[in-house]
């Protein structure tokens, strides 16, 4: 029978988050029955809930950053047993038959991966829900398919921002080719920023990191930052012009972009990863010019994150967290419309 859920969402694009009961459906033969205990709060949860993307469907359970523990299994489940450590992130299914998915890229799906919340839910008719709820929430039921395991060395609350967070910085710094002696720029740093710093260091990469003020320096250099540069600064941008094999760009709000082309390197590429919901202007002669490229990369496959988290694991990497409880949310949500956290919130749902 359904499974009595309690979670936290919001009701309109204005009203603060509030505690709300639904139902999960019962564990089906390939599914995996989660206790959820920690979700992280990304900035994408921040644009769903006030309908930034102008296509949220309310009631809304908001988290795609989950970690918990496994309390039940489907017949055909193999992947995985009671009691183990496991996480969720921004999909739980894709058609599975497209080339992105037989790849091992389900984010890209053609018909388009299932949303871990704010999805159709193709299980509507056991669960009772229109649309898939996220992990704000004490449980989930997942396919094992999307369900990827959380090595012991990395605490619960601080492997969660990994499954969004960790990923999204990831899956571009392994396909642009990052590796010892490459030249990596980070631009802001934040949840997304901090593990691009991490993971590019840890790959043997040389880390820069670009930002509006000297205010987070020293936090770069402790994540393995090699640099540190002031984008308003002219002449500190003059002087690395042309410097740098890729450039992770991470801000989520309306930003400028075209002068930061200048410091790619021949063949040089910029990744957008922050959510802008307004337009960015490029100009084509700096990318002429050295045949730059501007590209995008959205989270990565299951394979790919699990690969992540092993990675991570083995090189003593995790999210710099501020663990809060559920009646903290709209509190930290203000605070993150403020750049106020260093650097991801994390919800201890063991309080809900």
């Known amino acids: 029978m359904p499974i009595a859920t309690r979670a936290f969402a919001a009701t309109t694009s204005t009203a603060p988050l509030t505690p709300y009961a639904f139902t999960r459906r019962d564990p089906g033969a390939d599914d995996v029955a989660i206790d959820i205990k920690f979700a992280g709060i990304c900035h994408s949860d921040l644009h769903i809930v006030k309908n930034d993307l102008g296509n949220t469907v309310y009631p809304i359970v908001p988290g795609h ?37 037989k790849a091992g890229d389900e984010q890209y799906c053609v018909p388009g991966m299932t949303g871990t919340y704010g999805a159709p839910d193709k299980h509507a008719d056991q669960s009772g829900e229109t649309i898939t709820q996220g992990g704000y929430a004490d449980k989930i039921v997942v ?26 910085t990831y899956s571009p710094l392994k396909h642009w080719g ?70 992770i760009n991470t801000v989520s709000a309306t930003h400028e972009i075209a002068g930061h082309l200048q410091l790619l390197a021949h063949d040089g590429t910029m990744v957008m990863l922050g959510l802008t919901t307004e337009a960015l202007p490029v100009f084509a002669m700096p990318l002429l010019w050295r045949r730059r490229s501007v590209a995008g990369s959205l989270i990565g496959g299951i394979r790919e994150t699990q690969e ?18 559920p009646s903290q949310i709209n509190e930290a949500y203000a605070r993150l419309e403020n750049s106020d956290v260093r650097y991801r919130f994390v919800i201890d749902m063991a309080q809900l």
Do not use: W, Y
């Open 143 to 168: 396919d094992q398919d999307f369900v990827v395991t959380i090595p012991d060395s990395i605490p619960l609350d601080a492997a969660a921002p990994l499954l969004c967070a960790g990923i999204t």
């Open 178 to 247: 990052i590796k010892p002696g490459s030249k990596v720029a980070v631009i802001g740093l934040g949840g997304l920023g901090h593990m691009a710093v991490k993971q590019a260091a840890a790959m043997g990469a040389e880390v820069t990191v670009l930002s509006t003020s000297d205010r987070k320096k020293a936090d770069a250099e402790r994540m393995g930052a090699r640099h540190f540069l002031i984008n308003s600064d002219k002449t500190a941008m003059k002087a690395a012009a042309e410097k740098f094999d890729l450039i």
């Open 308 to 325: 992540m988290l092993d990675f991570c694991a083995e090189h003593g990497l995790a999210s710099d967290i501020e663990v809060i409880a």
């Open 65 to 101: 950053e989950i970690a918990g523990i496994v309390t039940a299994v489907g017949a055909n489940v193999t992947k995985f047993k009671v009691g183990d450590r496991v996480g969720v992130g921004c999909m739980v299914d894709s058609c599975r038959v497209c080339g992105p998915c």
